[in-house]
């Protein structure tokens, strides 16, 4: 059974920077997609961000030229880099594994909570 732990979140006044970790108990070359999604109350989980196993990236329109996706497969670790933090981006956000493209593994979620 895949796992997959993150860590990293907290809370903030906007403006400020986090850096999320999500660490995966197999190697990277099993999960070709890693993704953070989150989900603000009352609202549907979305996505953030997502990497591919070689590299390439994709983000939500809400969060480009502020969050940054990367990967370190030596660690088999995912990391998200926010920065210039709005109370919009208050809260728990999901560290997600795909096999393919849709995730087949998820993480128990870190509370990131933005002060305005």
């Known amino acids: 059974q895949v796992q997959l732990v993150e860590s990293g979140g907290g809370l903030v006044q906007a403006g400020g920077s986090l850096r999320l970790s999500c660490a995966a108990s197999v190697s990277s070359s099993v999960i070709n997609v890693m ?8 609202k549907q989980r979305e996505l953030v ?8 990236t994709n983000y939500a329109d809400a969060v ?12 088999n670790t995912v990391y998200l ?4 933090l709005k109370p919009d981006d208050t809260a728990v956000y999901y560290c997600a594994g795909a096999l393919f493209l849709a995730p087949n593994y998820w993480g128990q979620g870190t509370q990131v909570t933005v002060s305005s």
């Open 35 to 42: 993704s953070w999604y989150r989900q603000a109350p009352g």
């Open 49 to 56: 961000a997502s990497i591919s196993r070689g590299g390439t």
């Open 64 to 75: 480009k030229g502020r969050f940054t996706i990367s990967r370190d497969n030596t660690k």
């Open 81 to 84: 880099q926010m920065n210039s």
